[in-house]
């Protein structure tokens, strides 16, 4: 079983539109969650972080935790064209503050 | 932009060779963590620099060495190169024992194995 996974995608959704990115995890120990994007050929970028339940806004975006489900999932309200990346799930896994990444999903965001 | 940096932007280098690539971390940040990442796939941690110390490696051979320096810059080393090797190289700088260890990453460095 993959530490974390991620469905690849990839996801449409018409511009103006709320788009919906999940991600699992298998280590119950996990503290911290991270959402990255990353622009093709270009290096992720971060968007959210989230260390309790519950749900976490910043602008557009919105990153959910549910430590009992292991599911961390990242909303984006009024999707754009620019929005179009590679969506990375990561979580830190131990004391050596490593980062586990999902595969990433590509979302397409059609204008 | 992060403030992290790395160099060089791309390398390409054929299969035996040596290759060291450069990252200096986000000014107050003390570790360095160095990732892999292959077309398709998420990065794959390689290892971590905390105080000039290694603080944690993932799976990866001896041939991938790295180095810390006292300005918290870092070093990353692959001896005997392979084909496999060839993929974007990721440095992300953090600052350990803050509380909130969020890992920034520099732009990257691509090396292509011939």
């Known amino acids: 079983q993959k530490e974390v996974e991620q469905n690849s995608g990839p996801l449409s959704v018409p511009e103006g539109a709320i788009a919906s990115l999940n991600c699992t995890y298998s280590d119950r120990g996990s503290q911290s969650f991270f959402w990255y994007r990353q622009y093709s050929g270009k290096s992720p970028e971060l968007i959210m972080f989230i260390y309790s339940n519950g749900d976490k806004e910043d602008g557009r975006f919105t990153a959910q935790l549910n430590k009992a489900s292991q599911y961390v999932s990242l909303l984006i309200r009024d999707s754009q064209p620019s929005d179009s990346a590679t969506y990375l799930c990561?979580?830190?896994?131990?004391?050596?503050?490593?980062?586990?990444f999902g595969t990433g999903t590509l979302l397409a965001v059609q204008p | 932009e992060t403030g992290v940096t790395q160099s060089p932007t791309h390398l390409i280098k054929t299969r035996g060779q040596q290759v060291t690539l450069r990252c200096s971390s986000q000014s107050g940040h003390n570790t360095v963590s160095w990732y892999q990442q292959a077309l398709g796939q998420g990065p794959q941690f390689i290892f971590q620099y905390y105080r000039e110390e290694e603080n944690g490696r993932g799976n990866f051979p001896p041939r991938f060495s790295g180095l810390q320096f006292p300005n918290y810059s870092s070093e990353l080393n692959v001896n005997a190169l392979e084909l496999d090797d060839s993929a974007l190289y990721l440095c992300?700088?953090?600052?350990?024992?803050?509380?909130?260890?969020?890992?920034?990453f520099g732009p990257g460095t691509r090396l292509l194995v011939l």
């Open positions: 992300a700088s953090s600052l350990a024992a803050s509380g909130e260890e969020t890992q920034y």
């Open positions: 990561a979580v830190n896994g131990g004391a050596t503050n490593k980062l586990i």
